[in-house]
C-alpha cells in the first residue's frame, strides 16, 4: 500500500512557476513509476508526465513538453513537477499516481495508487 499527498498547489499568474510536490509513505517508493495527472472542470483527467524507477526514464504530455520537469529523489520518497512559463489552460487540479512498474506510464489505467490532488489556478 501507498499513501500520496500532493502539495504545492496554488494561484499563479501566467508565465509564473510553481513546483508541485508528492510525498509517499509506505514500502518501496523505488518500486513505483509516478505520474501526474491533470483534471480541468468538466473535463476528463489527463495525463501531465510520469517517471519510470530510474529518473532517466520521463514522458511528457506534448502541450507541457519543455516548460514542465518531473524528478523523483528515491531518499525522500518525493516525486516532483516543476512548472514554468504556466498558461491559464494549465489550470486543473493535478494529481500524483504511484505504478508497480519500472517505465513510465502515459495510461490511467496502469496507476495503483492516487493522491487527493492540490489545485492549480493560473490567472492570465
Known amino acids: 500500500q501507498v499513501q500520496l499527498v500532493e502539495s504545492g498547489g496554488g494561484l499563479v499568474q501566467a508565465g509564473g512557476s510553481l513546483r508541485l510536490s508528492c510525498a509517499a509513505s509506505?514500502?518501496?517508493?523505488?518500486?513505483?513509476?509516478m505520474g501526474w495527472f491533470r483534471q480541468a472542470p468538466g473535463k476528463e483527467r489527463e495525463f501531465v508526465a510520469a517517471i519510470g524507477r530510474s529518473s532517466g526514464n520521463t514522458d511528457y504530455e506534448d502541450s507541457v513538453k519543455g516548460r514542465f520537469a518531473i524528478s523523483r529523489d528515491n531518499a525522500k520518497n518525493t516525486v516532483y513537477l516543476q512548472m514554468n512559463s504556466l498558461k491559464p489552460e494549465d489550470t486543473a487540479v493535478y494529481y500524483c499516481a504511484a505504478a508497480d512498474r519500472r517505465w513510465p506510464s502515459i495510461l490511467i489505467n496502469d496507476y495503483n495508487y492516487w493522491g487527493q490532488g492540490t489545485q492549480v489556478t493560473v490567472s492570465s
Open positions: 509506505g514500502r518501496q517508493f523505488s518500486r513505483y513509476a
